[in-house]
């Protein structure tokens, strides 16, 4: 791993179009601003993950496949809504 | 083409069918061409992977579960479902939207910046 120390306003390129910009340091909190273009996906990684954790066990839920739906109702989002 | 899947056995489609991913969903990065599968006689989709038929993702239209999801233009939003055979254990993943152009036979996964939407979401009520 390299590691870099950077003070607040500098930044950090990786390749020629991704820049990361430290903004704000506080107690244990860094504040980053990234510069990428559009089809760069950038993510959190403990919730990119979990995502990825989820996806898998979905592509392997295929066969789990209950056979009769018939008598069950969709949850709606609004359902929520209406409790709260 | 013809591909082997694990759900229909072999099934045979037009090239133009192919849905394209760049890159593939989170976690299959290297996946990018797929087929969206609809069987007739319930709710969900699979979309099967083409590089590696015995991979699929079980889908649910969010449209049936909330009317004002995130949109994006001229994509359909779908959630990756985790299928259990106990029912009120199902749960579709909202907050890491799969969006679907089955005109242009594009999509792509996005992760939404909100907390309004869970990953393990239950699709079911009794």
Known sequence: MLILTRKIEEEIKIGSDVTIKVLSISEGQVKLGISAPGNVAIFRSEIYEKVKMVTIEASESCTEKPKDLSKLKIRKISDEDERS | ?126
């Open chain 2, 1 to 126: 083409m013809k591909i082997k899947t694990q759900l229909f056995g072999e099934i045979e489609f037009k090239e133009d069918l192919i849905i394209k991913f760049v890159p593939g969903p989170i976690g299959f990065e290297q996946l990018n061409k797929f087929l969206l599968i609809k069987a007739d006689d319930d709710i969900f989709y699979w979309l099967n992977s083409i590089e590696k038929p015995e991979i699929a993702f079980p889908l649910v239209g969010i449209r049936i579960i909330d009317d004002a999801f995130p949109e994006e233009r001229n994509f359909e939003p779908f959630g990756i479902v985790t299928l259990n055979s106990d029912v009120l254990k199902i749960t579709v993943n909202l907050k890491a939207p799969v969006y679907i152009n089955q005109i242009s036979k594009t999509g792509f996964q996005k992760i939404l910046d909100t907390d309004k939407y869970p990953i393990r979401y239950n699709l079911f009520k009794e």
